[in-house]
């Protein structure tokens, strides 16, 4: 049985999950209030790590908060995206092996938006059982939106069940999320000089661009590589949204590499297949219907 399937029997009963859904989300929207929210607009110093992303004081101060409070939602080991690399790793290995399963958090996704004031970052964290998402929380304290998901529950925002909106099942008239630094060059030449969809978009949050394509605010995504704290929340809520995500060069999401991870994804299946046959060189789908 491949490792991350959807039908391994959770050691724990459906009121039980939901019950750590709604400590999760009253957790994470705690942390925002106490350590986030704060702190934005007022940073008084950042730096990079060894990987030239940024880490802020905010970032820290989140995590810790997280860290302390975790275990009395469910007691088991703990991977954080300011963790150092060494950490991460040990502690995917504890939860692997692990009947608790495994905690992924990232307490400020889009840490260089929320230094430098843009309003579009967010606290995101997600429980993993058997390498695959089970319960998944994502939060903007600056819209207060709250995106939320357990396994087998369907994908909500603050309440209301996504997505939100009838979306196109046309390519050609496809709104894209599409992160260009991180894709291989020749195909975000290809995609800037000549795109199968109708516009792109792209938030420098990449917690939130997969609740956004849940949502039906985007019609498609596409990331050259993720690290598991920017994909565990968001693989699980756009699943239960009824999307349908792979890799560039795997057809199994869940089966491709756990530290660094690309997205191609999409809401509307037609949409979803038509984005992966122009991926692999068929553009024929591009064509305006």
Not at 110 to 138: D, E, H, K, Q
Not at 201 to 219: P, Q
């Amino acid at each position: 049985m491949n490792p991350a399937d959807s039908r391994v029997e959770l050691p724990l009963g459906r009121g039980e999950l939901k019950t750590m859904l709604d400590a999760s989300i009253a957790l994470i929207r705690e942390v925002a209030q106490r350590e986030v929210i704060p702190r934005f607009l007022r940073v008084n110093h950042d730096h990079r790590k060894d990987d030239g992303s940024l880490c802020s004081e905010a970032d820290l101060a989140a995590q810790q908060f997280l860290l302390a409070r975790l275990p009395a939602i469910r007691n088991c080991p703990i991977i954080g995206e300011e963790m150092s690399v060494d950490a991460q790793r040990a502690g995917w290995e504890a939860g692997s092996n692990d009947e608790r399963g495994v905690w992924c958090i990232d307490p400020i996704d889009g840490t260089t938006n929320f230094i430098n004031g843009l309003p579009c970052f967010a606290v995101s964290m997600a429980w993993i059982y058997a390498a695959r998402t089970r319960l998944a929380v994502t939060y903007n304290p600056i819209t207060d939106e709250m995106f939320y998901a357990r396994e087998g529950n369907g994908a909500y925002l603050n309440g209301r069940r996504m997505p939100l909106r009838q979306v196109t099942g046309k390519l050609a008239r496809a709104v894209g999320g599409i992160d260009f630094k991180r894709i291989p060059k020749r195909l975000a030449d290809q995609i800037a000089v000549s795109p199968p969809f109708y516009s792109q978009r792209n938030f420098g949050c990449s917690t939130l661009e997969w609740c956004n394509v849940a949502a039906g605010r985007l019609d498609l995504y596409l990331h050259g590589g993720q690290k598991l704290w920017d994909y565990a929340a968001g693989s699980l809520i756009l699943r239960e949204a009824g999307g349908q995500m792979r890799t560039l060069d795997n057809d199994a999401y869940d089966s491709a590499d756990v530290w660094h991870r690309s997205v191609v994804a999409a809401l509307h299946p037609d949409v979803f297949d038509d984005w992966c046959a122009w991926l692999s060189g068929d553009d024929s789908s591009s064509a305006p219907g």
